[in-house]
């Protein structure tokens, strides 16, 4: 048996307006959003099988240290398109800096940071 990820739950400062790009990039939509744990906020944004569950806390969340040297870290989030050169365009409109662009067995990919300073893989698998 094989498993598959559902979702993962990563706290943002503003899951509204976090989810509004992820929708205009990714094309991914809201599929939930309330109150959660912690006095907090969540809203589920992405596809039919898997999402992202952004939360955010009543109060301003703390920056972060450095995730690769920071046990439990997130380092990046990587999710697979069908076409990289316009999302990269949807990257670009969005106000981010897409980075380390790559071409190697077996895909394309670059990365980019989002406004809460989470990275980014976006890969396009060679047909």
């Known amino acids: 048996m094989s498993a598959i990820l559902e979702h993962a739950n990563i706290t943002v400062t503003n899951p509204e307006a976090t989810a509004k790009w992820m929708a ?37 969340p703390k920056d972060p240290g450095n995730s690769y040297t920071t046990r439990g870290g997130l380092n990046h989030l990587a999710v697979v398109v069908q076409d990289i050169k316009a999302t990269e365009a949807a990257v670009l409109a969005a106000g981010f ?14 990365y980019f940071h989002d406004a809460d300073g989470i990275e980014y893989e976006v890969v396009q698998y060679d047909d």
């Open 24 to 60: 205009e990039i990714f094309g991914w939509h809201t599929r939930w959003s309330g109150a959660s744990i912690h006095d907090g906020f969540s809203l589920h944004v992405g596809g039919a099988d898997s999402y992202l569950a952004l939360y955010a806390p009543p109060s301003t």
């Open 97 to 110: 800096t897409p980075t380390n662009h790559a071409d190697y067995e077996p895909g394309q990919r670059f």
